[in-house]
């Protein structure tokens, strides 16, 4: 059975940081990737942040370039992001999903994922 689930999220100071978690179970990290997206209320989901397997790179969305960090355990069971420099307009639920393989959009786009955990609300405020 396929399961991922979200911790890490909570309340912090505009600057702060945060790190989540996304562990996995009933799949294996060798052969599916892992995608970050967040959801702000009245907003659409977006995607924040991806490892390509064939690219050996991470990929970001623009808004969270050079602040967000996205890695593994050497276990292969839990996928982190890790979050630096927050910014209220960070504020979302935030999810892991399971790429389709093989691919059938951007990574990105939401419509490419077909599992997904529960999602972590991260709140950025003074």
């Known amino acids: 059975q396929v399961q991922l689930v979200e911790s890490g999220g909570g309340l912090v100071q505009p600057g702060g940081s945060l790190r989540l978690s996304c562990g996995i179970s009933?799949?294996?990290?060798?052969?599916?990737?892992i995608g970050w997206f967040r959801q702000a209320p009245g907003k659409e989901r977006e995607g924040v942040s991806y490892?390509?397997?064939?690219?050996?790179?991470?990929y970001y969305g623009e808004s969270v370039k050079g602040r967000f960090t996205v890695s593994r355990d050497t276990a292969g069971k839990t996928v982190y992001l890790q979050m630096n420099n927050l910014r209220a307009e960070d504020s979302a639920i935030y999810y892991c999903?399971?790429?389709?393989?093989?691919?059938?959009?951007?990574?990105?786009?939401?419509?490419?994922?077909?599992?997904w955990g529960q999602g972590t609300q991260v709140t950025v405020s003074s």
């Open positions: 999903a399971r790429r389709r393989a093989p691919f059938t959009s951007t990574w990105h786009d939401p419509s490419g994922y077909n599992y």
């Open positions: 490892f390509s397997k064939s690219a050996s790179r991470p």
């Open positions: 009933g799949f294996s990290l060798d052969y599916y990737t």
